[in-house]
């Protein structure tokens, strides 16, 4: 079996990790016994200064038709980021309707948190964010500019079909896991799009009447992710409250390097994208240090979502294992100044 990946490097170090861990994924994947054949897209912010755009008029229908999308980050320190962010990725979200991002973290053995009295396997959790409306839509516009009337209006759009979907499958997950959602929302300050949210969060409850649901509003959510992250399962969020916890998240398990993330289309129709969370580090790129694990456990993800899931958990049993190992090398931002390829040639030998 062969799946036809798209394979977008994009910016920064998104192009060393994705060249690091890509054969990581190919020795895993012919262990299990299928291949992936990669596509490679060379679009992104280099794109945009020589071109004047991220990705092509027809990009979308060039990714339209595989089985799953590999990107490595977006991002450059000489272009705002919101033209970064609205050239590439957000695109790929909402024409293939990736409205679920499933975001884990986790605390590995070997790992050190930068909360004090915490030890591998402590912290487990994973958030579900909405991934394609919310805070995020693009929905608003500026008037009179250059004046000092200058007016912005950006609107936050919530729909009962795009709240169900991250809810129902928040609450599939908390099944599986641990019995245990929570419920991110400032429905006290937004009386209408957040409040629908609730609702729904309540009616999809009610289907599941094992799993424990707890309420929190967004700013006791991030002040709990520091003081009793071990306390939380799944979270499910909006776009902007998912994509702020999931840092903290990543942070308070030991470094952005090891957060990995999925895009999912629910129904299947169109390809799922899956990245690392922690963008494209300008400040590290060239210097050969970056962590190449978030992208292999984003891998990892990709593997459960084609439905090979024993090589997802060959992947992810391999970087526990090296992260448990004291003596096996580590990038900069775990603590030890080994570089990429040393982290991936060691995985490759654990595999």
């Not at 992710?225 to 071990?230: A, G, I, S, Y």
Request: hydrophobic share 40%.
């Amino acid at each position: 079996m062969a799946y036809d990946i798209a394979l977008i490097p994009g910016d920064g170090i998104g192009q060393e990790v994705v060249a690091a861990a890509r054969p990581v994924l190919d020795a895993a994947a012919a262990d299990a016994g299928f291949s992936l054949d990669y596509e490679r897209f060379d679009w992104g912010s280099e794109r945009y200064l020589d071109e004047g755009s991220m990705m092509p008029d027809d990009g979308i229908d060039r990714l339209r038709g595989r089985d799953a999308i590999l990107l490595g980050a977006v991002g450059h320190p000489d272009i705002p980021d919101h033209v970064t962010l609205r050239g590439l990725m957000l695109p790929i979200r909402k024409r293939f309707n990736q409205q679920v991002c499933e975001r884990p973290a986790v605390l590995y053995d070997g790992v050190e948190s930068p909360l004090r009295g915490y030890g591998g396997g402590d912290i487990d959790l994973v958030v579900f964010r909405e991934n394609t409306e919310g805070e995020y839509a693009d929905v608003g516009g500026r008037e009179h500019r250059g004046f000092d009337h200058e007016v912005a209006i950006q609107s936050a759009v919530f729909t009962r079909q795009g709240t169900e979907d991250v809810v129902r499958a928040a609450f599939e997950a908390a099944t599986e896991r641990g019995g245990k959602l929570t419920n991110v929302t400032k429905s006290n300050a937004q009386a209408y799009g957040m409040v629908l949210w609730d609702d729904v969060v309540a009616e999809v409850g009610e289907e599941y009447p094992d799993v424990e649901v707890e309420r929190l509003l967004v700013d006791a959510a991030s002040m709990d992710f520091v003081r009793r992250p071990d306390e939380f399962d799944v979270v499910v969020a909006s776009n902007l409250f998912g994509d702020i916890l999931t840092d903290l998240g990543a942070i308070v398990t030991g470094s952005m390097g090891l957060a990995p993330s999925a895009n999912v289309n629910v129904e299947g129709d169109y390809p799922s994208m899956f990245e690392p969370v922690h963008g494209s580090a300008p400040d590290i790129v060239g210097q050969g240090v970056a962590n190449p694990l978030a992208t292999v456990l984003s891998g990892a993800m990709l593997f459960d979502h084609l439905g090979e899931g024993v090589a997802g958990e060959r992947l992810e049993s391999a970087v526990a294992d090296q992260l448990a190992d004291a003596d096996a090398p580590r990038t900069p931002d775990l603590g030890v100044d080994a570089g990429t390829e040393a982290v991936v040639d060691d995985l490759r030998g654990r595999l």
